[in-house]
């Protein structure tokens, strides 16, 4: 059993290095990136979100019990904080000193203090809490109850929960508009968007947007939301004044959580399946890079000054920190940008054939071993 596990161990490392080759930009891009670090941490990082003071990010680690606190600049942990359940995601107060965690079997969500690490609230919502949104006035906590097809209302204020809002199969991803009258829930079950009026606490419409829709996110002028269709490989944006899908992009496989830089030029794509972390330019409506991430990119979140991008590698427990183009790399010349894109997508083709080609190579050489082994045993 022991001699079979060697071809296999040479497989997987193959097949790590094919999904480690993306196609990335030349240094003058103005949406390139470059990596200046990675590091592992807990097991299990579904979720991470930096403080809105960018001073640290919170790394919600499933499989340990633990929320990481850690030093954006330093990359080193101020405080683990050990939790009876596994976090999934979180929200950050805009004072940038607690945060709302949802715990994956134990029907709640905990509030706590991000600088001495205490559980100040615990309060029961529906099975299985996913994804958890402050209201921008900090007034109201939305959390996605996966199993349950609702959104709980939890009101901050008096630390209750004041209703749970039917919204359909399997919600996942929620943002509320600027002005916090409307949240939108991604109903990853379905096809649609469910559109909840803050006031009445109530759905108001169902937005179609395609297949198996995850994560959402809104620009702040509350123009246009985008939505990631996991299971059909696209973003879906979708003009808010309207409510209906005016673009669709096409990204890598499985498209998981994204986020907006602040600037609102680009947006960032956890391609889950295809291990990398996408860069769509939302002027051309086109996905332009791809960079290589660890197995399975799950969690991104951008600096308030847009300077950093953090993405957290699910399978592997790793970080990846990448500086942007507002962090000194150098920008290209605007007429440049269209040779550019093309040159990415040369580069996507590029990549796809030489995965192929390396686990062709695999298989041949899994193959040759499992000969070898017939053999030797007679």
Known sequence: MIKWNIPFTVLCALISLASLRAATLPALHPFALREVTRFSVPAGPKSLRFTPDGQRVVVDCLYDHQVLVLDSTSYKVIRAILLPDEPVECAITADSRRAWVSLYNSRCIVEIDLVSGQTLHTICVGSIPKVVQLSPDGRWVY??????GTVSVIDTVHYTRVTDIPVGRVPRGICFTSDGRYAYVALMGGSTLAKIDVGMQQVVA?????????HVTIDDTDANAYVSNNSLGIISKVDLARDSVVGRIRVGQNPRTIALAPH???????????????????????????????????????SPDGRYVWVSSYRTSTVHVFRTAENGVQSAPEQ?????????ALADRAHRSHRIHLLVIAMLLLLGVAIWLLFTRR
Request: aromatic share 10%; charged share 10%; hydrophobic share 40%.
């Open 264 to 302: 609102m030029a680009e947006l960032y794509v956890c391609n889950y399946g295809s291990n990398t972390l996408g860069v769509v330019d939302l002027t051309t409506l086109r996905q332009v890079a791809s960079y290589p991430t660890f197995m399975h990119p799950i969690g991104v979140t951008v």
């Open 143 to 148: 959390v996605a109850n996966w199993d349950s």
């Open 206 to 214: 169902q937005i179609p947007v395609g297949r198996n829709p995850r």
């Open 336 to 344: 440049n940008v269209a040779f550019l894109n093309a040159g990415s």
